[in-house]
């Protein structure tokens, strides 16, 4: 069974900073292109970032470009969204993707996501 597991999430102020986990049992991640997407309520989910080693391709969202960053433990078999300077319209439901072959492929797993909320 296949299982991505997101952690990190929480309440912080706007200007923080969280760190996003996402466990892999089932699957190895470096295989697939690695990608968070995230839904405010009320709203559509949108692509936040993905980083694919296949071919080095990386797609960031405008809004947290020099903000997020994502970077992975292979030995762990996690990946991590660091979330730099928070603003409040980063609040949303965080899901990590994981993707083939690379990113805006073909979405093959899916977590079950954890709340961010950035308070003003």
């Known amino acids: 069974e296949v299982r991505l597991m997101e952690s990190g999430g929480g309440l912080v102020q706007a200007g923080g900073s969280l760190r996003l986990s996402c466990a892999a049992s089932?699957?190895?991640?470096?295989?697939?292109?690695i990608g968070w997407f995230r839904q405010a309520p009320g709203k559509e989910r949108e692509g936040v970032l993905c980083?694919?080693?296949?071919?080095?391709?990386?797609y960031y969202m405008d809004s947290v470009k020099g903000r997020f960053s994502i970077s992975a433990d292979n030995a762990r078999n996690t990946v991590y969204l660091q979330m730099n300077s928070l603003k409040p319209e980063d609040t949303a439901e965080y899901f990590c993707?994981?993707?083939?072959?690379?990113?805006?492929?073909?979405?093959?797993?899916w977590g079950l996501g954890t709340q961010v909320t950035v308070s003003s």
């Open positions: 993707v994981a993707v083939s072959p690379v990113c805006g492929g073909v979405t093959d797993y």
């Open positions: 089932g699957i190895t991640l470096e295989d697939y292109a």
């Open positions: 980083i694919s080693s296949n071919d080095g391709s990386t």
